[in-house]
């Protein structure tokens, strides 16, 4: 049997007449940038929110950099985050200008030490950007009020977080919150796609103008501010308004898969979800003292798992030069040696579930 981490294959069959039909639309309509199809997606993406507005870009990463910008972050700031995640949050941070300021995670959600983060800010803070890690939102409360309490902004990287919920309250808790539509992600295009998705009337209309180059709705040549191309195409629109109907389901689907895993998996530390949080298990995410072993083990069974992520931000190249020596992030440092993210995709089957599981249990 080969499991693969995800299987975009087996989704795809399930949908494929509804898919060819809406890209073949597009192209028959030769309409390929902006139009309805777009616009009804926003509409169907923040009504499944449970948000007023969404704005589509091209990709999660500058849905992070336009919603920081549009909150006026910039050079001479410090936005504090998360350094396990994917680099583009903290990238997004960067291309602001604006400086990034690590704080370290929970040991049992992966997500932001709220108690590290009140230690963090200081008279440069401007905004907390949380990341939702595999599918669970942070602790948003807390995260608020110091926000509240000290003015500043909060961004939600939601990228991997599509439906998942704080408390009852659907993505975004606050002000806003990003979302990738990257292929692999539990809502996925056919290409590169992202979202901003905010109740905030003014940030939604200034986000839809930043990413058309700054014109206005219905204008072509007049420039109202000057801003870039980021739009979502509208053939990735049209992609993920077949796909977004799907969605609730497909999620049901994810957390039946990480409850069967959970029972089959008693002896191993399994993924928390928080009592706050409802888990969309973008990833279904073990710990293991001897993690590399157990891959390779489950790689030679034709089982496919990944770690996520293997080298955290402070320790990479990339970011060398803030001079963050390995210590200085304990818990995220400790479980990017453990951690092991098992094949997690709506499809899965039972047999597939009782098979890695078997693995894993014969590697222990
Ligand atoms: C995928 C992802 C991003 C970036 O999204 P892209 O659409 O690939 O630009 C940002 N943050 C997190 C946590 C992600 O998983």
């Known amino acids: 049997m080969r499991i693969p981490l995800v299987d975009l294959k087996a989704q795809y069959k399930t949908i494929s ?15 390929f940038i902006g139009g309805g199809i777009v616009t009804d997606f926003e509409e169907s993406f923040a009504k499944f929110c449970g948000a007023g507005y969404a704005v589509g870009t091209n990709s999660g990463t500058s849905a992070l950099f336009t919603a920081l910008k549009l909150k006026g972050i910039g050079k001479g700031d410090e936005v504090i985050t998360v350094p396990n995640t994917f680099i583009a949050t903290a990238e997004a941070i960067t291309m602001t200008g604006a400086s990034v300021r690590f704080v370290d995670i929970d040991k049992d959600t992966y997500n932001m030490d709220v108690e590290q ?12 950007l949380p990341v939702h890690l595999y599918g669970q939102p942070a602790d948003m409360k807390p ?16 990228c991997q977080a599509h439906g998942a919920a704080y408390k009852g309250k659907t993505v975004p808790v606050g002000d806003a919150a990003c979302f ?7 809502l996925g295009a056919y290409g590169d796609a992202g979202a901003i998705v905010t109740n905030d ?20 040549y007049t420039h109202a501010i000057e801003g870039n191309n980021s739009r979502l195409a509208t053939i990735q629109a049209a992609v993920l ?3 977004l109907p799907h969605l609730a389901r497909w999620t049901e689907m994810r957390r039946n898969n990480a409850a069967a895993y959970n029972r089959m998996l008693a ?8 009592p706050y949080a409802r888990h969309v298990y973008h990833l279904y995410v073990i710990r293991s003292q001897n993690r590399d072993a157990l891959k390779q083990g489950l790689g030679e069974a034709g089982i496919a798992a990944g770690v996520h992520y293997p080298v955290p931000l402070h320790l990479q190249p990339a970011y ?4 963050l020596a390995e210590g200085s992030f304990p818990v995220t440092e400790r479980s990017a040696k453990e951690i092991l993210s098992l094949p997690m995709y709506p499809e899965l089957s039972r047999e597939q579930i009782s098979f890695v599981c078997e693995k894993i249990a014969e590697s222990s």
């Open 17 to 31: 007449e509804e898919i060819d039909s809406a890209i073949r639309n597009v192209i028959d309509n030769t309409s």
């Open 117 to 128: 983060a009140r230690i963090a800010v200081n008279e440069k803070t401007k905004a907390i």
């Open 143 to 158: 995260i608020l009020e110091i926000a509240e309490e000290k003015g500043l902004a909060v961004i939600e990287d939601a």
């Open 180 to 186: 990738s539509f990257y292929p692999g992600k539990n």
């Open 201 to 220: 009337p003014e940030l939604a209309a200034r986000a839809a103008m930043v990413v058309d180059h700054g014109r206005e709705k219905g204008e072509k």
């Open 241 to 243: 308004g077949v796909k």
């Open 267 to 274: 002896d191993v530390v399994t993924p928390v979800e928080a």
């Open 320 to 323: 060398r030069h803030m001079g």
